[in-house]
């Protein structure tokens, strides 16, 4: 399947594992393994349950069909409401899949006998597979010998990557707004992170040179590091979406500076398309058939990764359910057994339940029908991301602006400022907040202009910030306050606040609601006192 | 519930937590935790998919019902193959369950809506309230705030209580021979065992004191060991079980030295009772009722737990299966929090189609149902230890001799003698091997006499462990080696080799044919060459 120009493998770079990983052993198992198996073989090393003590039948489940969604970008009233489910469940087209206890050929038949016994912390065989092949030929890995490996979640994965790779007292590289969880993670080993200032595109290539070429570990009081951990596509929490020449120049960065790379990428398939005001939209459904969606889709650091220096995280949370608590490593055979190791010892394999329920839908939707699935929630999400911008029409008197400097250079800026009261326009001379139409994911990454306030005093942006979050929260609108996103404290933003909120999960009527709460408490929060 | 005398708190033992755990944050969430679940509130501060976006409609099962197992302990012929299974399959009495994607009260009824969604790591709530009850009517702990939490298996449970507790260079408490994860688990961090010597009941009291009491930090080159680490029902590998008034001997010692037991309970609810030969046995089905089986098990620490410094592991993967990859902490609310925030950065909430499908069983069976489903496997267990020991009457000569002193001191030893050649009856010097029947767990733990074997030397023991290991493996009987479960290299058993027989997955006739090869390889094994 590899073509020749792939028939290199990934380089040693074992000298990235940290002194805890290289104390781990090989596998527990290894002694047995030989002789695992084999069918003519008595098995009574284990402490496995017969099979018969599960006290499951079977497991079954009403499966949606992989086009349940449209590829026509809705409108609000197409939305389904929580209430209208609850009363009309059912109403979905769905398939039933069927887990039975026992299969003819057991390891490539998913059945209750194997998913639920204890197993390597490979997973199941039939999910093992779909997953290579999926990250094969969706990624495309740059090197022939790319492995795949099962994880409970991308914090799962981060967390094992992070005490695979980084000894205490280790810094690594993350985009300076980055996902809390990735730093509430590595801190407490004494592994934490060193902002690299972003643009509309995510973390910058220049700052990132400049930040590892200068690096001087007797001030920084920590080596240079060698691990950066990026979310590439609709970043958490700007929304910013990487396009392949920045990755190509970031990745050239990390050789020359022996860096590895954690790509997590929950929202990869969420890439929606540029924001075009409600006028300019066309309702027509896409014609792009799954070939051409995947291969719209911005590419991974995988597709560049000749030496094998990235470890991509990817999670079913965003495309199943976050409770399947399940995902992937995409890696070198070299990390992934590192990787395995010391899931070993702490998850062991992801639940036998989840894997099995997921890995039938999936091979029974097959590769085409999950691409097809993949397709029809992007289009969804694009029609959560233009009501909800479109939305803010509606609250705010919206200018467009192209930037030309600062972290939103290159970008059209969507600069919202108050409505005209009565019949008189009113001239303001600052806006009160501004936003860039995220690309791909389920955030809007809002600026609000604090030296807009009438109080305004520099170095008070975080605490106006938590004062308008709590005004927001109480007035019944819960955001994320932008502070929660710092990679570290030397964020420089001066004048402005940051939140975060989320398109991906409220009912359209709330997002309407939402906006307009929203707008009434920053006008309050705006005017004179 | 609690009665007065409980009516005193688990004390204040935080001077226990690793340097690691004191880093570690209060949740992340906890800033918008005061404002979650308000249903007042729109909340676009999560990156929460919508639940329409799960692939699944709703999930079921053909649930076994609780008295699937007789009480009236089987023999061989009653046995259900792995072939009558698959070709038979669904003979079984099943009720169907199903959780639905949407409830009309759905904190409190179990619906895929909540269970595949982002969550806190205590995981839904209808089944953290029926881990609390179950823990604390079944363990009893002996103070009034216990706090009951998920984790993904027992594995997990230790790892995350070995990051909480410990720092590098630390050494733990644990039998001589133990489980080889919790060692593989640890290590790596720096977190050594010392090993204490074990009699029938395991740990012995009298040997923890010592080891306690003439601690040398110096001559240790660790401080005193201030985390115990147990398995005290079937012991993994030894299958010993340990009473009442051993546990308390062994909790008072470590109130007095302060320290933190870590209770790995998974064979608890698989107490069998003392093995009696099949001429002795009656196929009475047995007179208890389900508070009778409860009442007769070996009491947790829990019960004795008047401080709160017992973190009890359970886990599911022995009553409903491995795959489960679901447990629970019992312990105090100070080690439940901060082992809560250890599990936010790795595993998040244990899956949620596991946790709906294990929670939707046991609400369904209830507390009594649960209890009888147990009870029910015990027995089953307790046949397959009749029926495996048994074989060996028929392979060997076996004859019970009682122990006064030495590891199995006060305990009925079978000693397995080779059998009579044709009509002369020969007289041996020397048995060949060693077991005491387990009362409870999976595992008959096998002592060889290896001082029988024409070649021996001292200090060859483990090289002919391995070789009668191998040789058993050519021959088709994988069987676990004893050099595998030594807690430390120190293990002084001269003259000795084990190995670890599992009886808890194979048909009957297959443990047939296993003590058949195995009493064959033996009996070359020994042979004069």
């Known amino acids: 399947m590899m073509s020749s120009e792939k028939a290199h493998k990934a380089v040693d770079l074992s000298h990235h594992l940290s002194d805890l990983s290289k104390r781990r052993q090989v596998s527990p198992l290894k002694g047995l393994a030989k002789y695992m198996g084999n069918p ?17 039948a079977d497991v079954s489940a009403s499966a949606l069909v992989s086009d349940s969604f449209s590829l026509e970008p809705k409108q609000e009233s197409n939305s389904l409401s929580w209430v209208w489910k609850l009363f009309g469940a059912g109403k979905e087209k769905t398939n039933p899949i069927t887990i039975p206890k026992y299969a003819a050929d057991p390891a490539n038949e998913i059945n209750l006998a194997v998913a639920l016994q204890y197993g390597t912390a490979q997973g199941i065989i ?21 492995a795949t490996l099962v994880h409970t979640g991308n914090t799962d994965g981060w967390s094992r990557a992070v005490l695979t790779l980084c000894n205490p007292g280790e810094m ?40 590892l070429a200068e690096w001087n570990e007797e001030e920084r009081g920590a080596k240079r590091p060698h691990v950066m951990y990026t979310v590439p596509v609709g970043q958490n929490p700007s929304g910013a979406t990487m396009g392949e020449q920045r990755k190509k120049e970031i990745y050239d960065i990390c050789v020359k500076f022996d860096v590895i790379i954690v790509e997590d990428d929950p929202y990869y398939f969420l890439q929606q398309g540029v924001y075009k005001p409600k006028s300019e939209r066309s309702a027509a459904a896409i014609k792009h058939d799954e070939a051409k969606f995947i291969a719209n889709l911005a590419p991974s650091y995988l597709k560049f990764d000749y030496q094998g220096r990235v470890i991509r995280l990817d999670t079913f949370s965003k495309y199943v359910a976050p409770g399947s608590r399940l995902g992937f490593f995409t890696c070198s055979p070299q990390m992934a057994e590192r990787l395995e190791r010391q899931g070993e010892t702490t998850t062991q394999a992801p639940c036998g339940f989840g894997q099995s329920l997921i890995a039938q839908l999936l091979t ?17 999400y694009r029609s959560r991301r233009d009501f909800f911008i479109d939305t803010f029409f509606e609250e705010f008197h919206v200018r467009q602006s192209y930037s030309t400097r600062g972290v939103w250079a290159g970008c059209d800026v969507y600069d919202c400022y108050p409505k005209p009261q009565g019949m008189v326009e009113k001239t303001f001379e600052r806006k009160w907040l501004s936003f860039v139409p995220p690309t791909s994911g389920m955030f809007i990454w809002l600026a609000m202009d604090f030296e807009a306030h009438p109080s305004f005093k520099e170095g008070e942006e975080e605490s106006l910030e938590v004062q308008l979050w709590t005004n927001l929260a109480e007035a019944g609108l819960l955001v994320a306050p932008g502070w929660y996103f710092a990679a570290d404290d030397e964020v420089n933003d001066k004048g402005k606040g940051h939140f975060r909120i989320s398109f991906s999960n409220a009912e359209f009527s709330q997002m309407k609601k939402a906006i307009k709460i929203f707008s009434e408490i920053v006008k309050e929060f705006y005017k004179e006192h």
Chains 1, 2 share one sequence.
């Open 364 to 380: 029974t939707w097959k590769y085409d029908g999950y691409v097809r699935w993949l397709h029809g929630l992007a289009i969804e």
């Open 40 to 56: 003519n073989i008595i098995a009574l090393a284990g402490g496995m349950p017969h099979p018969s003590y599960f006290p499951f």
């Open 126 to 146: 039939p999910l093992q597979k779909f997953i290579k092949e999926f990250a094969g030929k969706v990624y495309q890995p740059a090197y022939s010998d790319f």
């Open 172 to 211: 690594f590289i993350t985009e300076e707004w980055t996902y809390p969880s990735a730093v509430f993670a590595s801190k407490p080993y004494g592994v934490t992170p060193v902002a690299v200032a972003m643009d509309s595109e995510g973390m910058r290539s220049d700052d990132l040179h400049k930040l």
